[in-house]
């Protein structure tokens, strides 16, 4: 069983719709929860980051934590065709070297 | 802005053969981390180093050897290369522990034949 399970998707949404992502894991150490955004042949690019459960809003980006239910989320507001992209999912458990564990990525297609 | 800088992009490499995979970046970052993608597979760590002459194994280390005499450079050296290490690698680096700011190099997309 991984420690972080997420659906490969695809997922397909028309333009201007909510996109929902989200990941599932195993471990309660961790800690840290982001997500990051990856175009196809290109390294990742952070796009939120959050510290224990709660949420966080930036710009048309909301991320959630749910920690009781080891459930972490993802919703883009008004999805535009360049939010076409995998999104992966990560987290730690320490601060201290920072390892992340990832999900293996969801990819996601927004149709104008 | 440079910022995490890999070479080569691509590269084929026979079974058996040697290579290294070249990481610097521009930042001053004490945290330096590779890591390979497997299709569907998300990334798996393989060694990552919190400062220069320290290096530390990460989830899938073999096969691969590191080092890191710099702060800016951190080269991965894979012996014997195999089948197996078909992936796409990337480095990264992040300045603290906090894990907000974590910035990944392009990928270096290397096949084994």
């Known amino acids: 069983q991984k420690e972080v399970e997420q659906d490969p998707g695809p997922l397909s949404v028309p333009e201007g719709a909510i996109v929902s992502l989200n990941c599932t894991y195993s471990?309660?150490?961790?800690?840290?929860f982001m997500w990051y955004r990856q175009y196809s042949r290109k390294g990742p690019e952070l796009l939120m980051y959050?510290?224990?459960?709660g949420n966080k809003e930036d710009g048309r980006f909301t991320a959630q934590v749910d920690k009781s239910s080891k459930y972490i989320s993802l919703f883009i507001r008004d999805s535009q065709p360049s939010d076409s992209a995998t999104y992966l999912c990560?987290?730690?458990?320490?601060?201290?070297?920072?390892?992340?564990?990832f999900g293996g990525g969801t990819r996601v297609l927004v149709k104008p | 802005n440079a910022g995490v800088t890999q070479t080569p992009k691509f590269r084929i490499l026979k079974i058996g053969q040697s290579m290294t995979l070249q990481c610097a970046q521009d930042?001053?970052?004490?945290?330096m981390y590779w890591y390979r993608q497997d299709p569907g597979m998300g990334l798996k760590l393989i060694y990552y180093?919190?400062?220069?002459?320290?290096?530390d194994k990460g989830e899938v280390p073999n096969g691969y050897n590191v080092s890191r005499s710099t702060t800016e450079d951190f080269p991965l050296r894979l012996e014997l290369a195999a089948p197996s290490q078909t992936s796409v690698y990337f480095c990264?680096?992040?300045?603290?522990?906090?894990?907000?700011?974590?910035?990944f190099g392009e990928g270096s997309w290397l096949t084994v034949v």
């Open positions: 180093s919190v400062g220069a002459g320290i290096t």
């Open positions: 959050t510290y224990s459960s």
């Open positions: 930042m001053n970052h004490n945290y």
């Open positions: 990264a680096s992040t300045p603290d522990s906090s894990g907000n700011t974590i910035y």
């Open positions: 471990n309660s150490a961790f800690q840290y």
């Open positions: 990560a987290m730690s458990g320490q601060a201290a070297g920072n390892k992340l564990t």
